[in-house]
């Protein structure tokens, strides 16, 4: 049991401290609840947060059961999906895409995604249930060729560790629990509320001041996104 999102950041930037000061290294980690997680981690490692914007693919009949996850580039579907209507996977699709399109105009302007090319990007999240949001985000950020992609993680079921870690995309993988009990990240947490907007601005805004982030460049984005 974590008492927060910051303790479990600091327990985990613990496991990572060989990557302190090294200049390669670049923290991304996934909106909301990821970025108190993030903060803690490149802080103790002195490194830039970056952030992974996602949403999942709820199910038609339960929206808060992920069949699956979307980003601008790529999707992933699980097995959940197999007995869902294409039609509604491809409106969600679509959907899913204008509203991430609608944010990302709306949190960075013009501005234009970080590389992270030949980087050592360390992927973090509060926690993970199904595994698909985080391997979707791999999957995008793999395309921009770093040159390591690592996973840290508070919490998630042993499964979704291990689809995980068989991803070729993986170099290195952290969790400090994988439960047997499992039934969502916010059980492991004893305060768990919502991280909204605002917070998550100011986070990344007080994170990379040191890195010359000014008022409106609060971050530089690989944009993914998945939920």
Request: with cysteine; charged share 25%.
């Amino acid at each position: 049991m974590f008492t927060n999102r910051e303790e479990a950041g600091k327990l985990l930037a613990n496991k990572l401290i060989n990557y302190k000061d090294n200049n390669e290294v670049v923290v991304a980690a996934i909106p909301r609840g990821g970025i108190p997680v993030g903060v803690e981690i490149a802080k103790n490692l002195n490194a830039p947060l970056e952030i992974v914007l996602s949403k999942k693919i709820g199910h038609p009949f339960n929206k808060e059961y992920a069949i699956g996850a979307v980003t601008l580039k790529n999707s992933i579907l699980s097995d959940a999906a197999i007995e869902v209507s294409q039609v509604y996977i491809h409106d969600e699709t679509e959907r899913i895409r204008k509203l991430l399109k609608q944010r990302l105009e709306s949190y960075y302007g013009d501005r234009k995604p970080v590389e992270f090319k030949d980087k050592i990007v360390i992927l973090v999240d509060d926690g993970v249930a199904t595994g698909n949001t985080m391997i979707s985000c791999i999957q995008l950020i793999a395309l921009q060729k770093p040159s390591k992609i690592m996973v840290a993680l508070p919490v998630a079921p042993a499964s979704a560790m291990k689809k995980i870690m068989e991803l070729p995309e993986v170099s290195e993988t952290i969790c400090l629990s994988t439960p047997f009990n499992f039934q969502a990240v916010g059980q492991f947490y004893e305060d768990f509320k919502q991280v909204d907007d605002k917070e998550v601005i100011e986070l990344l805004k007080k994170a990379n001041k040191k890195f010359g982030y000014g008022k409106h460049n609060i971050l530089n984005v690989l944009l993914t996104i998945f939920g």
